[in-house]
C-alpha cells in the first residue's frame, strides 16, 4: 500500500489531484471556523457539554456547529434533497423519463437536486436557529419586527455556507480524487476525532477505568474490520451473454460469461440518516412544550422527551429497528430504478436456469431480499453500537461513533478504488495485490 501511494504521488497528474482535495479540504476547515453573527460562546460551549447528541452531529460537520459557523449545516441539506430526489424519481413519470435519457437526463435531474438544496438549508438554518435560541445561544430569532433583519442575515449566512461546501465538494469531484460531498464529510469527521478521542481517554484514564479503555480500542479495531467486510460483501449472479453473428450468409452465435454484483449493503449509510432524523424530531418537537402551563400538555411533552433521551435503552431499541426497515425500504427503491432484468434481456442476456423477464426479475428480487437481511442487521447494530459500547466498555466520556466510523471507512474504500483505477491505467501496482 505504501509503494503504491508512492507511486501515486510521483505521477504529476495523480500528485496534482491529491494536492487539489488537500486545498480544498484546507479551505472547508477555515470556512468551519467562520461563526455567524450573534453568538454567546460561552453558552453555546455549555450547551454542547451538557447534550450528547449535539456532540454526535457536531462531530459529522467537523466542529462547525459547535462554533456555530456560516458551514455549521455542512453539505446534509443537499444530501437530503439527493434522497428526496432519488425518492421522487420512481413516483413522479417525468422524473423517471428523464432518468431514463443518459448524461443529460442525469445533470438536469442534478439541477433540481441543487434548486432544492437552498429552501431545504434555509429551513434547517432558521429550525437549528430557534433551537439555540431555546437554549440562550443565540438571540433575536424571529419572522417579526426588529428580529427580522438579524434572523435573515444568520440564515443567509448559514444557507451561503452549505452552498459554498457543496460547490467546493463538486470541484473535488472533477479535479480531485474521490466523491466531493462524501470528501466533505470524511474532512468534517476526522477533524474531530483527534480532540474528541484525547478528551475521552484523559477521562477515562483519571477514573482509572483502563481495561475499558483497553476494551474499546479493541471493539473499535473489531468494528473497523466488520465494516470493511460488510462494505465490500457481494452476491455474484452469473450471466451469459449471446450474440448472433452473420458471416457468408450463414448464422453463428457466440457468447460469453459474466456476473452481475449485489451488494450486502447496498444502502450505504443512508437509513442511519434516515432513522437518525426521524429519532431527533419527536424530542426536538416535545421540547418546546416542556414549560407549558397546560398540565397534560406538560406531562405528555415531558413523556416523550424520556422515550427519545439518548440515554434510554429504548431509544436505541426503536433506532436500530428503524434502521432495519428504512435499509430494506432505501434498498428495494434504489434496486427498482435500475431495473437489471429489462437491461439484461436487452443486451442479450440471461442468469443460467432463469427465463429472461419477469421470472428473471423475481429471482433478482429475491436473492437481493435475502441478502439484505445481512446488510439491515449489519447497520442495525452499527446504529446502537455507541450504547453497547458504553455498556460493554463502561466508558462514557468516550463517544464510539459507529456511524462516523461507517463513513470514513466507506470514503478510503472509495477513493482507494479511483487510485487503484489510475494506477492501473499506468501499469502500476496498486493496493489490492
Given amino acids: 500500500?505504501?509503494?503504491?501511494?508512492?507511486?501515486?504521488?510521483?505521477?504529476?497528474?495523480?500528485?496534482?489531484?491529491?494536492?487539489?482535495?488537500?486545498?480544498?479540504?484546507?479551505?472547508?476547515?477555515?470556512?468551519?471556523?467562520?461563526?455567524?453573527?450573534?453568538?454567546?460562546p460561552v453558552s453555546l460551549n455549555r450547551l454542547f457539554q451538557s447534550n450528547q447528541l449535539l456532540g454526535m452531529l457536531d462531530m459529522f460537520s467537523g466542529g462547525a456547529m459547535r462554533n456555530l459557523s456560516v458551514a455549521s449545516m455542512g453539505v446534509y441539506p443537499y444530501i437530503t434533497a439527493s434522497i428526496i430526489m432519488q425518492l421522487m424519481v420512481p413516483v413522479i413519470p417525468a422524473l423517471d423519463a428523464l432518468s431514463k435519457e443518459g448524461e443529460v437526463g442525469r445533470h438536469r435531474i442534478n439541477r433540481y437536486t441543487h434548486w432544492i438544496t437552498v429552501p431545504l438549508a434555509g429551513l434547517q438554518a432558521f429550525g437549528q436557529l430557534a433551537l439555540f435560541q431555546s437554549q440562550?445561544?443565540?438571540?433575536?430569532?424571529?419572522?417579526?419586527?426588529?428580529?427580522?433583519?438579524?434572523?435573515?442575515?444568520?440564515?443567509?449566512?448559514?444557507?451561503?455556507?452549505?452552498?459554498?461546501?457543496?460547490?467546493?465538494?463538486?470541484?473535488?469531484?472533477?479535479?480531485?480524487?474521490?466523491?466531493?460531498?462524501?470528501?466533505?464529510?470524511?474532512?468534517?469527521?476526522?477533524?474531530?476525532?483527534?480532540?474528541?478521542?484525547?478528551?475521552?481517554?484523559?477521562?477515562?484514564?483519571?477514573?482509572?477505568n483502563f481495561m475499558g479503555i483497553v476494551a474499546f480500542v479493541v471493539l473499535g479495531v473489531g468494528l473497523v474490520a466488520a465494516i470493511v467486510f460488510f462494505q465490500e460483501a457481494q452476491r455474484r449472479i452469473p450471466v451469459q451473454y449471446t450474440r448472433s453473428l452473420f458471416r457468408g450468409g450463414r448464422m453463428y452465435r457466440q457468447g460469453g460469461a459474466s456476473h452481475i454484483p449485489l451488494r450486502v449493503n447496498?444502502?450505504?449509510?443512508?437509513?442511519?440518516?434516515?432513522?437518525?432524523?426521524?429519532?431527533?424530531?419527536?424530542?426536538?418537537?416535545?421540547?418546546?412544550?416542556?414549560?407549558?402551563?397546560?398540565?397534560?400538555?406538560?406531562?405528555?411533552?415531558?413523556?416523550?422527551?424520556?422515550?427519545?433521551?439518548?440515554?434510554?435503552?429504548?431509544?436505541?431499541?426503536?433506532?436500530?429497528?428503524?434502521?432495519?426497515?428504512?435499509?430494506?425500504f432505501y434498498t428495494i427503491v434504489i434496486f427498482q430504478q435500475q431495473n437489471l432484468a429489462e437491461n439484461l434481456q436487452k443486451n442479450g442476456g440471461f442468469v443460467p436456469g432463469i427465463r429472461p423477464g419477469r421470472p428473471t426479475a423475481e429471482y433478482f428480487n429475491s436473492v437481493l431480499?435475502?441478502?439484505?437481511?445481512?446488510?439491515?442487521?449489519?447497520?442495525?447494530?452499527?446504529?446502537i453500537m455507541p450504547y453497547l459500547g458504553e455498556v460493554i466498555t463502561g466508558v462514557r466520556a468516550l463517544q464510539l461513533s459507529s456511524t462516523g466510523?461507517?463513513?470514513?471507512v466507506g470514503v478510503v474504500l472509495d477513493t482507494m478504488r479511483q487510485l487503484e483505477a489510475q494506477l492501473m491505467m499506468r501499469n502500476y501496482e496498486g493496493f489490492i495485490k
Fill in 405 to 408: 466510523l461507517l463513513i470514513v
Fill in 1 to 40: 500500500m505504501l509503494e503504491a501511494l508512492i507511486n501515486a504521488w510521483r505521477t504529476p497528474d495523480l500528485r496534482r489531484k491529491l494536492l487539489f482535495t488537500l486545498g480544498m479540504l484546507v479551505i472547508f476547515r477555515f470556512v468551519a471556523h467562520i461563526p455567524i453573527p450573534g453568538v454567546d
Fill in 369 to 383: 431480499f435475502r441478502i439484505t437481511w445481512a446488510g439491515a442487521l449489519f447497520l442495525g447494530l452499527i446504529a
Fill in 266 to 328: 447496498s444502502a450505504g449509510m443512508i437509513p442511519l440518516i434516515f432513522a437518525a432524523s426521524i429519532m431527533i424530531f419527536p424530542g426536538t418537537v416535545a421540547s418546546y412544550f416542556t414549560l407549558s402551563t397546560v398540565d397534560w400538555v406538560k406531562d405528555v411533552a415531558q413523556t416523550i422527551q424520556r422515550i427519545f433521551d439518548t440515554a434510554s435503552p429504548l431509544y436505541w431499541t426503536l433506532y436500530g429497528l428503524l434502521v432495519v426497515a428504512f435499509t430494506f
Fill in 136 to 208: 440562550g445561544v443565540v438571540s433575536n430569532v424571529g419572522v417579526t419586527g426588529a428580529d427580522l433583519l438579524p434572523t435573515l442575515a444568520m440564515v443567509i449566512s448559514m444557507m451561503a455556507g452549505t452552498v459554498f461546501l457543496v460547490w467546493v465538494g463538486e470541484l473535488i469531484t472533477e479535479n480531485g480524487i474521490g466523491n466531493g460531498v462524501s470528501v466533505i464529510i470524511f474532512g468534517g469527521i476526522v477533524a474531530s476525532l483527534p480532540e474528541m478521542v484525547l478528551q475521552g481517554f484523559v477521562g477515562a484514564s483519571g477514573g482509572g
